[in-house]
């Protein structure tokens, strides 16, 4: 088949960086970018997560004791609002590319998700804003929460949402942005970038959410909440602090524009055929000022429909193409092609991230019935829990990047042989499954100890739930981790907030799916004379374990799933130089992954 192809290549130009409100000779003085302006970024993160983690860490049991809300609807107020804040993450790299830039749209994502908090200490604070609070014993009669209690609850709820969509899909394209890939130093410090923007707010959490949710369970929720207030304030401080440093890039217009703009094209001129027609190579400003293009690839060969020039009066005078509906460019098919690429590993996240919200909301639910005493006056708050999965997290990291390359360095006596991405993945959806039957197999023994004793909190020790907390994190190390590498190493540069985006995407269809099939087995279980798998206000009296095997079949299927078709789709895929973008179009064998992988690493970067 031929194919001829029209380069209309505009005139070179530079690319602008935006240095707001920076004197000339501080930019000039001082090289920006770097791990010296990094600094600032991961600071500002983890101040931030701090904040956000203080809350979702502890909100379902403050829900539960502050709000008496059932089980099922803590549950589902949890994920839905988990899902609304990934979900925002969509809008927000849409408005960062095309208006406001990473900066001030991380700016103003801190700013909403300060007011957002603010909000819920003001829940806190003022009595009159919750439901008279009543005790474990008496929560089948508690008060429910009014209406517009309620709105207050979501209106603070909801600005942390539009908070997170503007913070998540910018930090890490933003830091990605100050390090020079054209450069071997560059090249080695984004390798790295990854897991220690993982570890630096994973360790800050780790250190001060242990007195955060103490004070919250322990003391005051007003003064626990007060606390995350001030340090979001403080990491917008520290964030301020960096401008100076920092390289920014102008927005260049939204690619998910672009990518409706193909898929309308294609769709208009599906009936054409590829045979011996012209296609239209133009190369837009931002794809020449960094000297880079994608090479045309044989895949998902219809979309290359959208650049076929059906007739000469679709390209004006300099060979412009008039309409972008009726005609794209060959970098706008190959960007919409990247996108289609991640789609499959995009599936397999999604499994592995609804066992991780499993134990941030049913997980907690069982340690509250659990005995939680350590000697005779102190009780572990439940959101401690959470920092087992974070812990675990930052130990398995550390012991990657500090023992595992060094030994592979010395072994190979070359350059440093990191773990595939496709083994990584195997072993985090292999995890999951073995933190859900772990999770059944306490749990069943928590419950039958209980009713044994006819007691709302059973006899069986927090301790036993220790394994699956640890489990989850280490799912989270190996599984999200290496997705979340994926998502910005397949995709060239000028989509990187599309790939935090649609990262967080998954999360939230996670979030969705979960509260979907929590609903759903709740209906399905719910007969007359039969014990039900969910619901109610007290575990002892459902059958959650069944529930947690349920979700291992998920993650069985998921392991099936990408063994037999996801991992044809890892980064054995692509190769990005300094003067173009060449895609490896074959599908290749796990022998060939890692050699593939680590080529495209050492030699590019994401540039």
């Known amino acids: 088949m031929e194919e001829n192809v029209v380069n209309t290549n505009s005139s070179p130009s530079t690319l602008d960086l935006e240095h707001e409100a920076i004197p000339s000779n501080e930019a000039s003085s001082r090289e920006a970018g770097g791990w010296r302006s990094v600094k600032y970024i991961i600071g500002n993160e983890s101040f931030e997560k701090l904040a956000s983690m203080s809350l979702i860490s502890n909100l379902t049991v403050y829900l539960l004791t502050n709000y008496n809300m059932s089980g099922i609807f803590v549950v589902n107020v949890v994920q839905i609002w988990n899902g609304s804040s990934n979900i ?16 001030r749209t991380l700016l103003y994502g801190c700013i909403a998700s300060l007011l957002g908090i603010m909000t819920i200490t003001l829940t806190a604070g003022l009595h009159q804003l919750r439901p008279i609070t009543c005790d474990d014993n008496d929560r089948p009669n508690c008060q429910h929460p009014k209406d517009w209690q309620l709105g207050v609850l979501f209106t603070g709820l909801g600005l942390l949402s539009i908070g997170a969509g503007g913070i998540r899909p910018c930090n890490i394209a933003f830091g990605a942005d100050q390090f020079d890939t054209n450069t071997a130093k560059g090249r080695g410090q984004l390798e790295s970038f990854f897991n220690w923007w993982y570890f630096t707010f994973t360790i800050a959490l780790v250190i001060v959410l242990t007195g955060v949710v103490y004070i919250q369970t322990n003391v005051s929720w007003t003064l626990g909440f007060a606390i995350p207030t001030v340090c979001l304030a403080f990491s917008i401080i520290i964030f301020l602090f ?41 190369v837009s400003t931002l794809s020449e000022s960094e000297n880079i293009r994608l ?41 919409l092609k990247c996108l289609f690429g991640i789609l499959p590993v995009w599936v397999t996240g999604i499994c592995c991230f609804i066992v991780m919200d499993q134990q941030s909301t049913f997980g907690v639910l069982q340690v509250i019935q659990t005995d939680r005493s350590i000697g005779s006056h102190f009780k572990v708050p439940p959101g401690w829990m959470n920092l087992i999965s974070m812990t675990s997290l930052s130990f398995w990291i550390c012991i990657y990047e500090c023992i595992y390359l060094p030994i592979m360095r010395i072994i190979n006596k070359r350059a440093t042989r990191r773990m595939s991405m496709g083994c990584r993945i195997r072993i985090g959806i292999l995890l999951s499954i073995l933190c859900m039957l772990v999770a059944a197999v306490v749990e069943k023994k928590r419950r039958d100890s209980a009713l044994k004793h006819n007691s709302f909190i059973s006899p069986v020790s927090f301790g036993l739930l220790l394994p699956q907390f640890a489990l989850s994190g280490l799912n989270e190390a190996f599984a999200a981790v290496a997705i979340m590498e ?19 995407l998954s999360l939230s269809i996670a979030n969705y799916t ?40 998920i993650g069985v299927l998921n392991f099936i799933y990408f063994n037999f078709f996801a991992c044809h789709y890892l980064i054995s895929g692509k190769e990005i130089e300094k003067a173009e973008v060449q895609p490896i179009a074959s599908v290749k064998g796990e022998s060939d992954e890692q050699d593939d992988e680590e080529k495209v690493l050492d030699r590019v970067g994401t540039r």
Not at 88 to 99: C, E, M, N, Q
Not at 251 to 272: E, H, N, W, Y
């Open 514 to 553: 979960g509260s979907l099939i929590v609903n759903i087995v709740h209906k399905a279980t719910s007969h007359k004379g039969k014990t039900p798998w969910l619901g109610g206000q007290d575990l002892n009296h459902t059958r959650l374990d069944y529930y947690y095997y349920l979700i291992a079949s």
């Open 486 to 504: 994926f998502f910005t190493l397949q995709v060239p540069e000028s989509m990187r907030t599309v790939s935090g985006a649609i990262f967080f």
């Open 295 to 335: 090479v045309q690839t044989d895949r998902f060969k219809f979309l290359d429909k959208a650049a076929i020039i059906a007739e000469p009066s679709e390209l004006n005078n300099q060979g412009i193409a008039k309409n972008g509906w009726r005609l794209c460019s060959l970098q706008q098919v190959e960007h």
């Open 88 to 103: 925002a993450s969509l809008v927000g790299a849409f408005i960062s590319d095309t208006y406001l830039g990473r900066f």
């Open 242 to 282: 960096g401008r100076g440093t920092y390289i920014y890039k102008k927005p260049q217009g939204s690619v998910f524009t672009d990518m409706a703009k193909v898929i309308v094209a294609a769709c208009r001129k599906r009936k054409l055929q590829l045979s011996n027609r012209t296609l239209y190579d133009h």
